[in-house]
Every structure is written in structure tokens, then in C-alpha cells.
């Protein structure tokens, strides 16, 4: 196959995808980890602009030019910065449940955008597959336990999370259009950075100061790299996916996180959560196995 053979690309997308979803349901675990001693602005400002800085080892000569610099500032302050501050202060006004239920709300807004703004379309069968990885992401965040489930309760911080994830959304579909143009190397390293900056400055302009032991100075190391990873490799992914695609693939963090979860702070999975996260990685599956084979030009 030849370096630029679309299949080859794809398969590669749903890698990117995969490995991807390992570091994103690795992040709440070492989040809540560091949690007991610190805000979420305070952890995720630094953890974002070291993660930046960790980021320029790779291919440190690309740099931006005076076309790209405006499309870095923007997913930098919208996804970086705006969503994270967001994100944060809504996670301290509501509760578990529901920050867990609308986190969701990026899938949504993604996939609206995407199809909306970017023309991107699924194949029917890909398409009902995608239903399936919602449904279960939703009983692994619900539990299928509604009662504990109250939009009104925590309002504030209910339309917080909501806002950072429509910021994500968002922020997702100008990456797969900016993508085309531009490194990933180059706009994961500037994303996390501009972002990181803004979001150390609101954390300290409100007093929330990052305080490590030394076992936390561990975790938060492996937070970083998880950081860096993780949006090189989202990128990478949206870029050669497309929005939906991506964040549909990338859903198995849900399950991922749960076991993590499970293993490492002893959190209880039910069997209904089961259900739910083997929905996912079947969904997930069949999707993957839906992709309609693309000849090269």
C-alpha cells in the first residue's frame, strides 16, 4: 500500500482511536487521585501546559506560521482553555451522576456540527451501531438508576459541563477542518499550551494553587504524559476519521475508565455497568467492521 492509501489511513484513525480511548479512561482515575488535595483548575492548568511543553520533544523544528497561529489561538482558548474552566467549575456544582450523564453531551454535539457544518454522513449500518455505543454509554453512566439522575439539581454547574462540552464539540469538528491544512504535532503542542497558560492564570487569579506530596508528584507526572498522549493521538484520530467517527470509536474510554476505576481507587462496577460497557466495545466493533472499504484514488 502506498503512503497516502486512504484504507491504510483509516485503519490507523480507529488505532490512534483506540489507544487514544486508554489514555482518556486513564485521566478521571489519576484526576480524582489528585482531587483530594487540589481543585480541578489547579490540577488541570499546569497538567495541560507541561503537557504542551512535553509535546515540542516531538518534531520540535514545526513550527506555526502566520496563516496557523489564529487557528491555534482559537482551539486553544475554545477546547484548552474555555471548556476546561468550564468543565471544573461545573464538576464542584453538581453531582457525580449528572456530570457523568451530560459529560456525554459531546457525542451529541460532535456529531450535530459534524453533520450540520461538515456534510460528514455514516452508513446506515454504522449508523445503528452508533446508537448501540450510546445507549450503553448511558447505562454505564446512569446505571439505569434515573432517580439519582436531577437536571434541576446543581442547575449552575449542570449547564457548565453542558457548555464545556458543547465547547468540545465544537472544538473537535474546526480540528478535523483545520487538520487538513496544518501538522498534528504542531496543533496538539500549541493547543495544550495556550490552553494550559490560560487556565494556570484563572487558577491562580482565584487562589487555587497546585500542592503535590510525593506520591502525588507521581501521579501528576503520569497525568502529564496522559495529557500529551492523549491529544496527539485524539487529533491524529480526527484527522484521519473525521469528527463522528472519532468520537464515537473513542467512546470505549467510557469502559476503560470504569475498570481502571474498579482496579486502582476500588470503585464498585454493577452488572447493569457491564451490560452497559459490553455494548460499547460491541458497538465499537461493529462499527469499526462497518467501514466501507475506500479504493485510493
Same mark, same amino acid.
Given at each position: 500500500?502506498?503512503?497516502? *492509501?486512504?484504507?491504510? /489511513?483509516?485503519?490507523?484513525?480507529?488505532?490512534?482511536?483506540?489507544?487514544?480511548?486508554?489514555? #482518556?479512561?486513564?485521566?478521571?482515575?489519576?484526576?480524582?487521585?489528585?482531587?483530594?488535595?487540589?481543585?480541578?483548575?489547579?490540577?488541570? #492548568?499546569?497538567?495541560?501546559?507541561?503537557?504542551?511543553?512535553?509535546?515540542?520533544?516531538?518534531?520540535?523544528?514545526?513550527?506555526?506560521?502566520?496563516?496557523?497561529?489564529?487557528?491555534?489561538?482559537?482551539?486553544?482558548?475554545?477546547? #484548552?482553555?474555555?471548556?476546561?474552566?468550564?468543565?471544573?467549575?461545573?464538576?464542584?456544582?453538581?453531582?457525580?451522576?449528572?456530570? /457523568?450523564?451530560?459529560?456525554?453531551?459531546?457525542?451529541?454535539?460532535?456529531?450535530?456540527?459534524?453533520?450540520?457544518?461538515?456534510?460528514?454522513?455514516?452508513?446506515?449500518?454504522?449508523?445503528?451501531?452508533?446508537?448501540?455505543?450510546?445507549?450503553?454509554?448511558?447505562?454505564?453512566?446512569? *446505571?439505569? *438508576?434515573?432517580?439519582?439522575?436531577?437536571?434541576?439539581?446543581?442547575?449552575?454547574?449542570?449547564?457548565?459541563?453542558?457548555?464545556?462540552?458543547?465547547?468540545?464539540?465544537?472544538?473537535?469538528?474546526?480540528?478535523?477542518?483545520?487538520?487538513?491544512?496544518?501538522?498534528?504535532?504542531?496543533?496538539?503542542?500549541?493547543?495544550?499550551?495556550?490552553?494550559?497558560? =490560560?487556565?494556570?492564570?484563572?487558577?491562580?487569579?482565584?487562589?487555587?494553587?497546585?500542592?503535590?506530596?510525593?506520591? *502525588?508528584?507521581?501521579?501528576?507526572?503520569? =497525568?502529564?504524559?496522559?495529557?500529551?498522549?492523549?491529544?496527539?493521538?485524539?487529533?491524529?484520530?480526527?484527522?484521519?476519521?473525521?469528527?463522528?467517527?472519532?468520537?464515537?470509536?473513542? /467512546?470505549?474510554?467510557?469502559?476503560?475508565?470504569?475498570?481502571?476505576? =474498579?482496579?486502582?481507587?476500588?470503585?464498585?462496577?454493577?452488572?447493569?455497568?457491564?451490560?452497559?460497557?459490553?455494548?460499547?466495545?460491541?458497538?465499537?466493533?461493529?462499527?469499526?467492521? #462497518?467501514?466501507?472499504?475506500? /479504493?485510493?484514488?
Amino acid at each position: 500500500m502506498g503512503k497516502g *492509501d486512504p484504507g491504510r /489511513s483509516t485503519s490507523r484513525g480507529y488505532l490512534y482511536a483506540l489507544l487514544g480511548a486508554v489514555g #482518556g479512561g486513564a485521566i478521571p482515575t489519576l484526576f480524582k487521585i489528585l482531587l483530594a488535595h487540589n481543585t480541578p483548575a489547579a490540577i488541570a #492548568g499546569p497538567g495541560l501546559l507541561l503537557s504542551g511543553f512535553a509535546l515540542f520533544f516531538y518534531k520540535p523544528k514545526m513550527n506555526p506560521t502566520r496563516q496557523s497561529f489564529p487557528f491555534l489561538l482559537l482551539i486553544g482558548v475554545l477546547g #484548552g482553555a474555555l471548556a476546561t474552566v468550564m468543565w471544573a467549575a461545573g464538576i464542584e456544582e453538581t453531582t457525580v451522576v449528572n456530570a /457523568s450523564l451530560l459529560a456525554n453531551g459531546e457525542i451529541l454535539f460532535t456529531t450535530l456540527i459534524a453533520m450540520f457544518a461538515l456534510g460528514e454522513r455514516l452508513s446506515r449500518f454504522q449508523a445503528s451501531m452508533g446508537l448501540i455505543i450510546v445507549v450503553g454509554i448511558l447505562v454505564v453512566s446512569t *446505571d439505569l *438508576d434515573l432517580a439519582r439522575v436531577q437536571f434541576f439539581q446543581g442547575l449552575m454547574g449542570n449547564l457548565l459541563i453542558l457548555g464545556a462540552t458543547l465547547a468540545w464539540g465544537l472544538e473537535n469538528n474546526i480540528i478535523v477542518a483545520i487538520s487538513r491544512r496544518f501538522a498534528v504535532p504542531m496543533l496538539s503542542r500549541y493547543r495544550n499550551t495556550i490552553g494550559g497558560v =490560560l487556565v494556570t492564570g484563572f487558577a491562580i487569579s482565584t487562589g487555587q494553587f497546585l500542592t503535590l506530596s510525593a506520591h *502525588d508528584a507521581v501521579v501528576f507526572a503520569l =497525568l502529564v504524559l496522559t495529557f500529551a498522549g492523549t491529544t496527539y493521538l485524539f487529533l491524529a484520530a480526527l484527522q484521519r476519521l473525521g469528527a463522528i467517527k472519532m468520537i464515537l470509536t473513542y /467512546s470505549v474510554s467510557t469502559v476503560l475508565g470504569a475498570a481502571l476505576a =474498579l482496579v486502582v481507587l476500588g470503585e464498585q462496577i454493577t452488572s447493569v455497568q457491564l451490560l452497559g460497557g459490553g455494548l460499547i466495545v460491541v458497538g465499537v466493533y461493529l462499527f469499526r467492521r #462497518g467501514e466501507r472499504p475506500t /479504493s485510493a484514488p
